[in-house]
Protein backbone atom coordinates (compact mmCIF):
# COMPACT_ATOMS: atom_id res chain seq x y z
CA UNK A 1 0.00 0.00 0.00
CA UNK A 2 2.70 3.11 0.96
CA UNK A 3 4.46 1.70 -2.55
CA UNK A 4 1.66 2.42 -4.24
CA UNK A 5 1.45 5.78 -2.87
CA UNK A 6 4.81 6.88 -3.58
CA UNK A 7 4.76 5.73 -7.07
CA UNK A 8 1.51 7.64 -7.60
CA UNK A 9 3.28 10.49 -5.48
CA UNK A 10 6.49 9.78 -8.40
CA UNK A 11 8.38 8.89 -5.09
CA UNK A 12 11.07 6.10 -6.15
CA UNK A 13 14.03 5.08 -4.61
CA UNK A 14 17.81 5.15 -6.07
CA UNK A 15 18.96 3.42 -3.08
CA UNK A 16 17.23 1.31 0.04
CA UNK A 17 18.91 1.82 3.60
CA UNK A 18 18.07 -1.14 5.91
CA UNK A 19 18.63 -1.92 9.89
CA UNK A 20 19.45 -5.61 9.97
CA UNK A 21 16.48 -6.34 12.07
CA UNK A 22 14.13 -8.62 10.61
CA UNK A 23 11.19 -6.49 10.51
CA UNK A 24 12.76 -3.95 8.55
CA UNK A 25 14.35 -6.29 6.21
CA UNK A 26 11.56 -7.57 5.21
CA UNK A 27 9.89 -4.34 4.77
CA UNK A 28 13.39 -3.11 2.92
CA UNK A 29 12.60 -6.01 0.36
CA UNK A 30 8.75 -6.07 0.09
CA UNK A 31 9.65 -1.91 -0.96
CA UNK A 32 12.60 -2.97 -3.55
CA UNK A 33 10.24 -5.85 -4.94
CA UNK A 34 7.01 -2.99 -5.57
CA UNK A 35 9.70 -0.77 -6.88
CA UNK A 36 11.94 -3.45 -9.34
CA UNK A 37 14.73 -2.94 -7.29
CA UNK A 38 16.79 -5.86 -6.62
CA UNK A 39 16.46 -7.03 -3.56
CA UNK A 40 20.66 -7.97 -3.40
CA UNK A 41 21.30 -4.15 -3.32
CA UNK A 42 19.62 -3.27 -0.31
CA UNK A 43 22.04 -1.77 1.84
CA UNK A 44 21.56 -3.30 5.34
CA UNK A 45 23.42 -1.97 8.23
CA UNK A 46 23.80 -2.74 11.83
CA UNK A 47 24.57 0.97 12.46
CA UNK A 48 20.51 1.17 11.85
CA UNK A 49 19.59 -0.76 14.39
CA UNK A 50 18.54 1.25 17.09
CA UNK A 51 20.27 4.08 15.92
CA UNK A 52 19.47 7.59 17.24
CA UNK A 53 18.65 10.56 14.88
CA UNK A 54 22.53 11.81 15.12
CA UNK A 55 23.46 8.64 14.21
CA UNK A 56 21.07 8.04 11.34
CA UNK A 57 22.12 11.51 9.92
CA UNK A 58 25.77 10.14 10.57
CA UNK A 59 24.53 7.68 8.11
CA UNK A 60 22.79 9.16 5.64
CA UNK A 61 25.42 11.85 4.85
CA UNK A 62 27.51 8.88 3.60
CA UNK A 63 25.02 8.11 0.85
CA UNK A 64 26.37 8.31 -2.07
CA UNK A 65 25.90 11.51 -4.35
CA UNK A 66 24.97 9.31 -7.31
CA UNK A 67 21.56 8.87 -5.23
CA UNK A 68 18.94 11.39 -5.58
CA UNK A 69 15.82 9.43 -3.58
CA UNK A 70 16.62 7.27 -0.35
CA UNK A 71 14.71 5.06 1.29
CA UNK A 72 15.63 4.48 5.37
CA UNK A 73 14.56 1.67 6.65
CA UNK A 74 14.86 1.78 10.58
CA UNK A 75 13.29 1.90 14.31
CA UNK A 76 11.15 4.33 16.65
CA UNK A 77 11.74 6.09 18.54
CA UNK A 78 14.64 7.33 16.29
CA UNK A 79 13.09 7.44 13.33
CA UNK A 80 10.33 9.48 14.24
CA UNK A 81 12.92 11.82 15.86
CA UNK A 82 14.69 12.07 13.11
CA UNK A 83 12.44 13.07 10.88
CA UNK A 84 10.99 15.45 13.03
CA UNK A 85 14.56 17.04 13.32
CA UNK A 86 15.47 17.29 9.35
CA UNK A 87 12.63 19.74 8.88
CA UNK A 88 11.20 20.87 12.08
CA UNK A 89 7.86 18.81 12.66
CA UNK A 90 6.10 17.58 15.16
CA UNK A 91 5.13 13.94 14.73
CA UNK A 92 4.17 12.17 17.83
CA UNK A 93 5.11 8.63 15.85
CA UNK A 94 5.55 7.09 12.89
CA UNK A 95 3.92 4.01 13.20
CA UNK A 96 5.33 0.63 11.50
CA UNK A 97 5.56 0.76 7.65
CA UNK A 98 4.58 4.29 7.70
CA UNK A 99 6.51 6.53 5.37
CA UNK A 100 7.82 10.31 5.71
CA UNK A 101 9.46 12.37 3.20
CA UNK A 102 11.55 15.37 3.06
CA UNK A 103 13.75 16.95 0.39
CA UNK A 104 16.60 19.09 0.72
CA UNK A 105 18.06 21.77 -1.16
CA UNK A 106 21.75 20.66 -1.06
CA UNK A 107 24.62 19.01 -3.41
CA UNK A 108 25.57 16.82 -1.03
CA UNK A 109 24.27 14.33 1.17
CA UNK A 110 27.08 15.09 3.21
CA UNK A 111 25.10 18.68 3.47
CA UNK A 112 21.77 17.45 5.13
CA UNK A 113 21.71 18.81 8.27
CA UNK A 114 18.70 19.19 11.14
CA UNK A 115 15.88 21.51 10.73
CA UNK A 116 17.18 22.29 6.63
CA UNK A 117 14.76 19.84 5.05
CA UNK A 118 11.10 20.29 3.52
CA UNK A 119 8.67 18.26 4.53
CA UNK A 120 6.84 16.15 1.99
CA UNK A 121 4.77 13.58 2.92
CA UNK A 122 3.71 11.04 5.77
CA UNK A 123 1.63 8.19 4.61
CA UNK A 124 0.53 5.51 7.27
CA UNK A 125 -0.93 2.20 6.83
CA UNK A 126 -3.60 2.96 9.38
CA UNK A 127 -4.64 6.12 8.07
CA UNK A 128 -6.83 4.51 5.11
CA UNK A 129 -8.53 1.96 7.57
Known amino acids: MMAKILKEKKIFPDIILSS ?22 IDSSKELYLADEDEMLKFVKKINDKNK ?3 LVGHNPGITDFANS ?17 EFDVNSWNDVEYGKGKFMIFEYPRKYY
Open 20 to 41: TAVRAIEYAKILAEKFDYKKKN
Open 69 to 71: NAF
Open 86 to 102: LCNHDLDNIPTSGVFGT
